[in-house]
Every structure is written in structure tokens, then in C-alpha cells.
């Protein structure tokens, strides 16, 4: 069971998903608008596993919210957004949130994918769990802690995830598919746009010309390579 926190303004749809993911053995706090959750998160201090955010709110979008959500939290967010528009989708993720599931929402698929980010925060740090070097970045896999040059890094737990995986497997092609099944934990053929704006995210964070990387190659057709020692 997970504590959610479903951010949606339309009541009907917040009162049948609370109904229909408590029926599935959830626990759910609903939020008419962003400025509540944010209440509720940050004022409130409710106990939280994960927050459901539509991105569609009156006053503060479900974008900002998220933004100011990552800025504090490391709180897992899934988006809900109402259409499978690839803008839409990037920028979302480009926030800072973990997943999306677009509209109309199936509350098993919303169940599938809160189960699948419970488990990666359960799954136990792989074979080079520890210390791992990539130049100028430290990781530490058991803490989920990144540093660069003794600075620790704001990175959300699947970008921690996502940089592990390359740095586990250095110089290695990693195609989106096996990223997918590795680190969003997706037993099916997902939307490997989550993949590349997850990628992006994290060359923002770790490269010094985010545009010209020179530690997260692309492999065009193929995916991508962490070049490492």
C-alpha cells in the first residue's frame, strides 16, 4: 500500500480515482490545486509515498508544481497529463517527475507504475554497490548520493538510478529498452521518450556543456554509452 497524494482539479475524476485506487489498496489525499499540495507537502508535512499531478491546474500548473516539488523532495511524481503530446511529456519530465500516464487515466495502469517506482527504491544497489568513480563524479550507490569535485549533486533518485546503470556498465551501448526494463523497472515496451528526457536532465547536471557531452555519449540508433575507465 502507498500514501498517495492526488493533485487534481476536476472533482468527479478526483473522487473516482481516490475511489478507485483505495479499492486497490491504496491510501490517497486529494488536492484541488498546487498551492494545496504544496501545503500539504511542505506546511502539513503529510506522510507521503507518492504524489499523482495533473498537470492541467488552475493558478499553478502541474509543471511548477513539480518543479517546486524536485526542489525539496525527492518524492517520487507521477504525471497525469491529457494528452500523449511528446512537448508535453519532455517537459514534464524535464521537471523532475518519474513517469506520466496520460488521460484517461486506467487506475491499474496508475497502480502498475506506483508499484514498479516502489520497487526500485526497494531493489538492493547492484554488483558495484558502494563506491563508483566516472572522472570527475563520485557515486555513492548504497546512499544514492552523487558528488562532482566534493559538491553533492540534486539529482532525483532515477536520474541516481540512471546514472548507476551506466556507470556499472562503462563504454557499454545501452539501448532505451534495456533502460527502460532496468531503471523504470517496465516489463513491457515503454515510451522511450522518458528515457532521452531523463538523459538530458542528467547531462544538464553532470557535463560541463550539456550540449557537447563528453561523458553520456549518444550512440545514434542505438542508445547510449557512458565513456569511463
Known amino acids: 500500500m502507498a500514501r498517495i497524494l492526488l493533485v487534481e482539479d476536476d472533482v468527479a475524476l478526483a473522487e473516482a480515482l481516490t475511489l478507485a485506487l483505495k479499492a486497490l489498496g491504496h491510501d490517497v489525499v486529494a488536492a484541488l490545486t498546487g498551492e494545496r499540495a504544496l501545503e ?109 569535485d566534493g559538491a553533492e549533486l540534486a539529482l532525483t533518485a532515477t536520474e541516481i538510478r540512471l546514472l548507476v546503470e551506466f556507470a556499472e556498465h562503462p563504454n557499454q551501448v545501452l539501448s532505451r529498452q534495456t533502460l527502460l526494463k532496468r531503471v523504470w523497472d517496465y516489463g513491457y515496451v515503454g515510451d522511450s521518450r522518458i528515457v532521452d528526457a531523463a538523459v538530458a536532465r542528467l547531462r544538464a547536471k553532470i557535463e560541463d556543456d550539456p550540449a557537447n557531452p563528453v561523458v553520456l555519449k549518444t550512440v545514434r540508433g542505438l542508445g547510449y554509452r557512458l565513456v569511463g575507465e
Not at 493558478?59 to 518543479?67: A, I, N
Not at 523532495?73 to 523532475?96: F, H, K, M, N, Q
Not at 538492493?124 to 572522472?135: K, T
Open 40 to 148: 500539504a507537502l511542505f506546511t502539513d508535512r503529510l506522510e507521503l509515498d507518492f504524489v499523482l499531478l495533473d498537470v492541467m491546474l488552475p493558478g499553478m500548473d502541474g509543471f511548477e508544481v513539480c518543479r517546486r516539488i524536485r526542489a525539496r523532495s525527492r518524492l517520487p511524481v507521477v504525471l497525469l497529463t491529457a494528452r500523449g503530446d511528446p512537448i508535453d511529456i519532455v517537459a514534464g519530465l524535464e521537471c523532475g517527475a518519474d513517469d506520466y500516464v496520460v488521460k484517461p487515466a486506467e487506475p491499474r495502469v496508475i497502480d502498475a507504475r506506483i508499484k514498479a517506482i516502489g520497487r526500485r527504491a526497494v531493489t538492493a544497489p547492484g554488483p558495484s554497490a558502494g563506491r563508483l568513480r566516472v572522472g570527475r563524479l563520485e557515486i555513492d550507490a548504497a546512499a544514492m548520493s552523487v558528488t562532482r
